[in-house]
């Protein structure tokens, strides 16, 4: 995959607030602005719509998803200031279970992971892009040339997701593994 190699670079931990920039091929500069302690992610550029999602007040935060939670109903998701409506998989045992889908204006967008690293985000069943991040607010995006030119509200969408619920994830048997460790300890 031939990523655009200008990450964005805001901050997923810690009490810092920083915004991040990247370089998109198809929509110039985004904005990634997340603020993991007050679970505040958003994303937005000169030519994208910003997209807000917010954690609840009092919601309990979880330390392996950079926005916290992967709890809906814990979860307010806006594009351009209308809300959409998010559903994250519950992040265990298989890559499946880590997808994230939003609906939002009629069009379902989800994020599934596909590779370790990398998840690629479709648009009502179709592929349009690849995103990776690295954990530490770094994203990525490959728009496919193949399909339609992606919509200003693809990109909010994606960067969002990838920013607040990080990309990839490992095969299931390691998946697997690791939830019946958590269980013992």
């Known amino acids: 995959m031939a990523y655009d190699r200008a990450p964005a670079a805001g901050r997923t931990g810690g009490t810092g607030r920083g915004p991040g920039l990247a370089e998109d091929r198809v929509f110039g500069r985004v904005r990634l602005d997340l603020d993991a302690t007050a ?5 937005g ?3 994208l719509p910003t997209a807000e999602l917010r ?3 009092g919601a309990p935060a979880a330390g392996y998803v950079p926005i916290g939670t992967r709890d809906a109903a814990c979860l307010r998701l806006t594009v351009d200031g209308r809300p959409a409506h998010i559903t994250p998989g519950r992040g265990r045992p298989t890559r499946r279970s880590h997808r994230v889908d939003v609906i939002y204006g009629g069009i379902l967008h989800r994020l599934l992971p596909d590779s370790p690293n990398g998840s690629r985000l479709v648009r009502d069943g179709r592929r349009i ?3 990776s991040s690295d954990g530490a607010g770094h994203v990525w995006a490959d728009w496919h040339p ?5 919509l200003r509200e693809d990109a909010a ?3 969002a997701l990838a920013a ?3 990309t990839g994830a490992g095969p299931a048997w390691r998946l697997l593994l690791r939830a019946v460790l958590d269980t013992v300890r």
């Open 146 to 150: 193949d399909v339609a030119p992606p």
């Open 55 to 57: 954690r609840a007040p």
């Open 164 to 166: 607040a619920f990080g």
């Open 39 to 43: 679970g505040v992610l958003t994303v």
């Open 157 to 159: 969408i994606g960067y």
């Open 45 to 47: 550029g000169e030519r």
């Open 129 to 131: 892009a690849d995103f």
